[in-house]
């Protein structure tokens, strides 16, 4: 329930105030100074991708950009990248988003054109160090921000593919809402194939595989922890300076000194858990956990999601379809009259297919993700949100 909670219930619109991020922090524009230029047309969001979506009068618009339940109606995402994505050049040059952001003491080309990709622990308005591949000896390690060079935003990007390739075989990713008697393991196969299953939500790309019976490396860390692992592995620098991974001393749950449960009054039980530190190559299962690896320049998932967490998605709204129909003779099927390709460009939009309940409607049950709301009614349970059709041409040969 968490998982799905932290990841998949919520989505990052950009609106806010804007600020000075200086080290006297002030606000410049007000947040419903923000607002009344979007709603104009004349303003954008911190998140650049957001845009407006109207179909309403203007009062109602603004009305919802101003509510945090009902923002998400009136507004789209441009240009989203889907995690499914096995393409390692696309996984790189969303990783390269990050390059030239001036941050810290760091100029948007220092130390150089092709080591400038910046992923902060956070923003920092002080004068951090931009600290490229510091040994966690020197204390800029521990006070500057994380600084890739694109050789390692490529190994990264090869890693994430081959962490998701490996990841869609196993289907069962959560422990609630199993029905008694069901295989949760399944292998979905077609014609004998295996069915590789993709991300269905952010959640199970963020999070873990919440079930005991897989892997320790799917079940213990998310896609993209598992990914920096992998490519330190293979010389990425990313967690550890020194890699592979010699140099800071490695802990494990043997090290761990457990506390015995304490149940007595007004005091909380505790137990530790070596669970917590696990961390293993994904293909030779050896032990690659480190007692650096939460050093502020020590590349962890949340970083990267800092960084490209807002433009991610599991699926695209947008889709181009072709479809095809002829005439044949009445007097010989094997012979076509005349035939027509079209091809038309198809959005799924907020709104429901029944206008009558409104786009922030809960779809699914606020106790369990898997069933629906008891209050969507049939059409919009059945049918979702509504598709429109932006744009239509008719094919010739030389485009098919």
């Not at 219930?9 to 991020?21: E, M, Y």
């Not at 490695?250 to 761990?256: I, T």
């Amino acid at each position: 329930m968490a998982n799905s909670a932290i990841y998949d219930r919520f989505f990052l619109s950009g609106a806010a105030p804007v600020i000075n991020r200086a080290k006297v922090v002030t606000e410049t524009k007000p947040l419903t100074t923000v607002l009344d230029e979007f709603a104009a047309g004349t303003g954008r969001f911190a998140n650049p991708r957001t845009k407006l979506f109207t179909t309403r009068d203007p009062v109602t618009v603004r009305t919802m950009l101003a509510d945090h339940r009902r923002i998400a109606g009136t507004i789209l995402s441009d240009g989203m990248f889907n995690v499914n994505s096995t393409s390692v050049d696309a996984w790189a040059a969303l990783l390269a988003s990050a390059k030239r952001n001036v941050m810290g003491s760091a100029t948007e080309l220092l130390p150089g054109s092709d080591k400038n990709a910046r992923f902060p622990r956070a923003v920092r308005a002080d004068s951090a160090d931009y600290n490229y591949k510091y040994a966690f000896s020197d204390k800029k390690a521990w006070t500057g921000l994380a600084t890739l060079d694109d050789a390692q935003i490529k190994l990264l990007a090869k890693s994430i593919v081959e962490e998701t390739r490996m990841r869609i075989r196993y289907n069962h990713r959560y422990q609630y809402g199993i029905k008694n008697g069901l295989d949760v393991h399944y292998v979905i196969k077609n014609r004998g194939v295996e069915v590789p299953l993709p991300y269905i939500g952010l959640a199970q790309f963020v999070n873990r595989f919440n079930c005991g019976q897989y892997p320790n490396q799917v079940s213990f860390q998310g896609c993209l922890q598992n990914a920096i692992l992998r490519a330190d592995v293979d010389g990425a620098n990313l967690s550890n300076r020194n890699s592979p991974m010699t140099s800071a001393p490695y802990y494990d749950e043997n090290k761990l000194t457990a506390v015995p449960s304490n149940f007595g009054p007004g005091l909380i039980p505790y137990v530790t858990n070596g669970y917590n530190v696990n961390a293993a190559d994904p293909r030779t299962g050896t032990y690659k956990s480190h007692s650096l690896r939460a050093a502020p320049t020590s590349l962890m998932q949340s970083d990267i999601l800092e960084a490209v967490g807002s433009s991610l998605s599991t699926r695209s709204d947008t889709f181009v379809i072709r479809c095809y129909g002829d005439v044949t003779d009445p007097l010989d099927a094997s012979r076509t009259l005349a035939g027509c390709w079209i091809e038309a460009v198809v959005q799924r939009i907020p709104e429901f297919c029944d206008p009558s309940q409104p786009p922030e409607t809960e779809v699914c049950k606020s106790s369990d993700g898997q069933l629906h709301n008891p209050l969507l009614n049939q059409i919009n349970r059945t049918l979702g949100r509504r598709f429109v059709i932006l744009s239509t041409r008719t094919l010739t040969q030389k485009d098919l």
